[in-house]
């Protein structure tokens, strides 16, 4: 018996040794400031960090740490999030503005330090302030621990592919601008691949993203949106791709010829270079579920494109091109969003929790507000009304004298009120346009109202889009957790119908779901990780007049299940 103590003891030291040679530390210098680039036809200053676009992708592995020092060079306000990173236990570094940190001041720093637990995939860092998430972003790729193997063929290469969204303007006064006026913001001028418009913009002859690829060789593209209000489609032409992870949760294998990706989603695919030498356009354009509008604001209707290029094809190839989805294309892209399942018995999957402890039915959608005052708000009905979003009725409106996780952790009153209500305070025909004639509906109040729960309960919510304005797919992001999205429809949910449709054996897990236009998603997580956790819609321009609110996971029983103290740089307001 003693032996086999001992042999387990020393098996187990062996496994622990493992662990820990198997997690490195991860350090990187980000210098945020303005620079020069040229897109089309202009010269444009943004805001970038170490002068690139997209920035430095963070190249880690599950378990390692990483430690990000931020020097704020730029003349804004700035924070950056760590886009689906779990941050256990270290919801200080998460980095929302006055949420779970005040802002790094201009000449100020701070340092981000976190690791990653229990998480493969590709996420991605972007500033959570104001507009500038535009050009403030880049990749996050998190591979398998030493020894571990993807679920699926290892891949020739990995490559990142970053869609965003390019203004010809200083992206912080078009949301300025926006706020002041009541308005949506003004439309982007291009979207981009890898920071590239791609040849069919102005002056962007040169200015298209290329990747050469072997033919019979497997590439795993790595895609995320960063778009700042886009929903977009991605196509290859005459390649089908094979889905094998979102949000950094493996999938079961699912093949297609495109997708649709939400602003906060990223999406892993397989790529096999199996068709003839040549080149091959890839496209991405936007998908505007709003039937042409966007709650009154037209969409950007152009599409930016890169090249995959063969090795051996001839320079003057013209590259074939895919056909590209109308941008109204919903059952495309429901199809895409709601046909995707886990892989069960992957590392990291997790069962969905059966037993339900805060169940919560939410409307989402846009609103109306009091005009500022000397503006008309033209072209907003009524005229004299500006526009606003909420949830269940209530615009959400940050703190400006402390964060919502300062106030939790230090016990100060008059921050926030725990009172956000867990279904609407009016019940309405969610989704049919003639809501529109009735004014109280329309107009809702702002608070700071925020939601508490138990640590380790489990959280259940059905999102509910409204016809208030105007019907249109709203990205939803939770900060601190992944989410299993049990089902998705159309129309208003009905409990004794919809309820039975949930997926209870291997829905996807995500940290940001497409509430569909004019319709509904429910979503179930286990609140296991102490904080404050900002929830909002993924489009910047709503996230900014309140289609948020915010978690409070209270503290666990032991030490390693409560939320430690501040670091000492922690920024203050």
């Known amino acids: 018996m003693g032996r086999l103590v001992f042999l387990f003891a020393s098996s187990l030291l062996l496994m622990v040794a493992a662990t820990t040679v198997s997690a490195a530390t991860v350090e990187h210098s980000f210098y945020v400031k303005n620079f020069t680039v040229t897109r089309l036809c202009n010269r444009q200053v943004i805001t970038a960090v170490n002068d690139s676009l997209p920035g430095p992708s963070l190249r880690v592995r599950e378990g390692d740490k990483l430690i990000i020092?931020?020097?704020?060079?730029?003349?804004?306000?700035?924070?950056i999030h760590w886009h689906g990173v779990f941050q256990l236990l270290s919801a200080w570094a998460d980095g929302p503005e006055m949420i779970t940190q005040c802002a790094i001041r201009?000449?100020?720093k701070y340092t981000y330090k976190f690791r990653i637990i229990n998480q493969e995939g590709t996420l991605f860092w972007h500033a959570h302030?104001?507009?500038?998430?535009?050009t403030l972003h880049g990749a996050i790729i998190i591979r398998p621990r030493v020894r571990h193997s993807y679920p699926f063929p290892t891949p020739y290469r990995e490559v990142p592919i970053v869609l965003g969204e390019w203004w010809n303007a200083n992206v912080v006064d078009v949301e300025t601008q926006?706020?002041?006026?009541?308005?949506?913001?003004?439309l982007s001028n291009a979207y981009t691949i890898n920071g590239w418009p791609g040849d069919?913009?102005?002056?962007?002859?040169?200015?298209?993203?290329?990747?050469?690829?072997?033919?019979?060789?497997?590439?795993l593209l790595r895609i995320i949106n960063a778009a700042v209000s886009s929903h977009l489609f991605y196509k290859i032409a005459n390649h089908n791709v094979t889905v094998v992870a979102v949000d950094a949760r493996y999938t079961n294998p699912y093949v297609t010829d495109v997708?649709?990706?939400?602003?906060?989603?990223?999406?892993?695919?397989?790529?096999?270079?199996?068709?003839?030498?040549?080149?091959?356009?890839?496209?991405?354009?936007?998908?505007?579920?709003?039937?042409?509008?966007?709650v009154g604001v037209p969409f950007n209707p152009t599409t930016t494109r890169g090249v995959i290029i063969y090795q051996g094809a001839s320079s003057?190839?013209?590259?074939?091109?895919?056909?590209?989805?109308?941008f109204n294309d919903t059952p495309t892209a429901h199809k895409f969003f709601t046909e995707l399942t886990s892989l069960v018995g992957g590392r990291h999957w997790v069962p969905v929790p059966l037993n339900v402890d805060h169940k919560m039915f939410v409307t989402v959608g846009t609103a109306l507000d009091v005009c500022p005052p000397n503006v008309s708000c033209l072209g907003r009905p009524p005229v004299g009304a500006a526009l606003s979003a909420s949830m269940n009725n209530v615009s959400f409106v940050s703190p400006t004298s402390l964060s919502l996780l300062q106030a939790f952790f230090f016990n100060v009153g008059g921050v926030y009120t725990t009172d956000f209500p867990a279904n609407p305070p009016v019940q309405f025909d969610y989704t049919n346009p003639s809501i529109n004639l009735d004014p109280p509906l329309l107009f809702a109040p702002k608070g700071t109202r925020i939601t508490k729960v138990k640590f380790n309960s489990t959280v259940e919510m059905v999102m509910q889009n409204t016809a208030i304005i105007g019907v249109e797919n709203h990205p939803m992001h939770l900060h601190g957790f992944d989410f299993h999205v049990l089902a998705q429809g159309f129309g208003n949910f009905n409990p004794a119908t919809d309820t039975p449709?949930?997926?209870?054996?291997?829905?996807?897990?995500?940290?940001?779901?497409?509430?569909?236009?004019g319709g509904w998603a429910v979503i179930r997580f286990v609140a296991n990780n102490p904080g404050v956790w900002f929830m909002h819609c993924h489009f910047d321009g709503h996230m900014a007049i309140g289609l948020s609110t915010a978690f409070i996971v209270e503290n666990g029983p032991t030490p390693d299940t409560t939320l430690p103290p501040p670091p000492t740089d922690l920024p203050q307001c």
Request: aromatic letters at 8%; proline letters at 10%.
């Open 69 to 79: 020092h931020v020097f704020n060079k730029s003349p804004y306000n700035m924070t």
């Open 106 to 108: 201009p000449g100020n």
């Open 129 to 134: 302030s104001s507009f500038l998430r535009a």
């Open 178 to 186: 926006a706020l002041a006026l009541g308005v949506g913001p003004n």
């Open 200 to 219: 069919l913009y102005p002056c962007s002859q040169n200015q298209m993203y290329k990747h050469r690829v072997k033919q019979g060789k497997t590439y």
């Open 259 to 294: 997708m649709v990706i939400s602003p906060g989603q990223t999406v892993d695919v397989l790529l096999t270079a199996n068709q003839p030498v040549g080149s091959y356009y890839m496209t991405a354009n936007n998908y505007a579920s709003g039937s042409g509008t966007a």
């Open 316 to 326: 003057s190839t013209t590259p074939l091109m895919p056909v590209v989805p109308a």
């Open 501 to 517: 449709k949930y997926n209870l054996v291997n829905p996807q897990m995500r940290n940001t779901v497409s509430v569909p236009v």
